[in-house]
């Protein structure tokens, strides 16, 4: 194992009708003044909106909102919510939705708090944060785990670039998580969300250093009870044991705990779906769908030992006659897992089917984003990328 550090400072408060409890929250963060940040309709729709408004009338608290963040949040509405803090003089951000609000909430927070830098440089990585107003957040999709998080995704509509940043400064101060206020996500979504929860455990599992046997432990539980919810969830999408135990998942696999003690985790199938997000605009955990089982194939025998612990205690297959033919069998048994909650397992399965110039240019941007590589089962270079990206497309 090699030595870590494990800081998660954000309060959970967890379960029904924990939302009421947001005006309070507030106030013990010191906030005054919020700017409130949702995305589509359904906060509307749903109520929760006027709700939480309500509840920060009540105890004498000042909000104005912005509303709109599309899934792949965009530069454009973290400049719009920038504009409207500054004009209202916002000490506080919460964000009412799942990872895409929370993510541009935070953008707002690191533009908000440091008014004469240009934030999109933080995402170019040219420089680094220095300060961040406080984020509160209240879920409503369980995927990202950024209620929890130091990362933050934000697209670039102008450029097509999709680009990260973290900073422990941004994880968020509270998330009131609520498992009944995620029963009325699509299908789609809830399968999708799962996806992400596996995958961020995922990134962190399969690597070539730094093991440790109760991270592990922990790791497969998690990834072995996402499975058996999701599952449950496609066939009765009101199930609140399994919407709690989901979202409860979504937290743990993104908040560093399910990699204390490895090298810092593989998280090179992260970085190429944010160049599918960028291109096409698809969603984030189909498209890590839509990329993994390709990018398995393509790294397994650098990363045997792990493939094979995970085809047994996670995918729980028989063993083959060797490693190899092991560590195949739960990769296919991923992919039908993938397939029986609606996810795809390749890019035409994804709606998409991009030229090789296309490929080209993805590849390119991912190696420029990460420095010149990315990976730990197998450090992935620009040629790696374009074979990744090939073999989904099914080139």
């Not at 909000?63 to 004009?87: D, F, I, T, W, Y």
Request: net charge negative; glycine share 10%.
């Amino acid at each position: 194992m090699f030595n870590f550090n494990y800081y998660t400072p954000t309060k959970i408060i967890f379960g029904r009708e924990t939302e009421n409890q947001v005006g309070e929250l507030i106030k013990e963060f010191g906030g005054k003044r919020v700017l409130i940040h949702y995305g589509g309709k359904s906060a509307i729709r749903s109520g929760l909106l006027a709700r939480v408004k309500k509840i920060l009338d009540d105890v004498g608290i000042f909000h104005v909102e912005v509303g709109g963040v599309v899934p792949n949040p965009q530069l454009g509405k973290v400049r719009e919510g920038v504009a409207s803090g500054n004009l209202n003089q916002i000490d506080f951000i919460l964000a009412v939705g799942g990872g895409s609000v929370i993510d541009s909430a935070k953008a707002i927070a690191y533009a908000l708090a440091e008014p004469n830098k240009d934030v999109w440089e933080l995402y170019q990585h040219t420089r680094q944060a220095n300060a961040c107003l406080p984020v509160g957040v209240i879920l409503t999709i369980s995927a990202a785990g950024s209620e929890m998080s130091r990362s933050s995704v934000i697209t670039n509509e102008d450029t097509k670039e999709k680009r990260s940043y973290g900073s422990d400064m941004a994880r968020p101060k509270f998330a009131i998580m609520n498992p009944e206020l995620t029963m009325t996500l699509p299908d789609y979504q809830t399968a999708s969300g799962c996806t992400d929860i596996m995958m961020h455990t995922m990134e962190r599992y399969f690597t070539n250093g730094g093991n440790m046997e109760l991270t592990d432990a922990v790791a497969e539980g998690l990834l072995k009870t996402v499975i058996k919810n999701a599952e449950i969830l496609r066939d009765d999408p009101k199930n609140y044991k399994a919407r709690a135990e989901v979202m409860w998942a979504s937290s743990l696999a993104h908040n560093g705990l399910t990699g204390c003690g490895s090298d810092g985790g593989d998280f090179a199938t992260h970085m190429l779906e944010h160049e599918v997000g960028g291109m096409f605009n698809v969603t984030h955990g189909a498209g890590l769908a839509a990329i993994w089982s390709s990018w398995a194939r393509y790294v397994y025998k650098n990363c045997l030992p792990r493939f094979v612990k995970f085809a047994v205690n996670v995918m729980e297959v028989s063993p083959g006659k060797n490693d190899e033919e092991t560590a195949l069998k739960g990769i296919s048994a991923m992919e039908d897992f993938y397939r029986r909650i609606g996810m795809p397992t390749n890019f035409k399965e994804l709606g998409i089917e991009p030229t090789e110039e296309q490929i080209s240019e993805m590849a390119g941007k991912c190696v420029a984003a990460v420095g010149g590589k990315i990976g730990s089962a197998k450090v992935l270079y620009e040629d790696d990328m374009v074979q990744v990206y090939r073999a989904a497309a099914g080139l």
